[in-house]
């Protein structure tokens, strides 16, 4: 079983919108966030959210994006608002029980889907 499944990527113009899901088979988890990582870049955190609810956003995307969780059925979202052109990549949904530290490094993360792409035109 897959432990996270992305979904509801796709293309859109520049100052559109996407809403991103993951529905996590994992239960426990400490720490849930969106990563991304475009062609030729570093895998790069977008934002996090910890079990008590508490979220972190990178501030490229503050003010842009909302991260979730959807407690009851343990499903992350990421809606995001007012899409630019760099905002284009690859994004993933990743899970950890663990906290280890830096919470936008991918290495900390036990459970990753299999990334949905996010293209955005200007």
């Known amino acids: 079983q897959v432990p996270l499944v992305e979904s509801g990527g796709g293309s859109v113009q520049a100052g559109g919108s996407l809403r991103l899901s993951c529905p996590a088979s994992?239960?426990?988890?400490?720490?849930m966030a969106w990563f991304r990582q475009a062609p030729g870049k570093e895998r790069e955190g977008v934002a996090s959210?910890?079990?008590?609810?508490?979220?972190v956003y990178a501030d490229s995307v503050k003010g842009r994006f909302t991260i979730s969780k959807d407690n009851a059925n343990n499903i992350l979202y990421l809606e995001m608002s007012l899409l630019k052109p760099e905002d284009t990549a690859m994004y993933y949904c990743?899970?950890?029980?663990?906290?280890?530290?830096?919470?936008?490094?991918?290495?900390?993360?036990?459970?990753w889907g299999q990334g949905t792409q996010v293209t955005v035109s200007s």
């Open positions: 990743a899970a950890t029980g663990i906290l280890r530290g830096e919470q936008f490094e991918p290495s900390n993360y036990d459970y």
């Open positions: 994992v239960t426990g988890s400490t720490l």
């Open positions: 959210i910890s079990g008590d609810g508490r979220t």
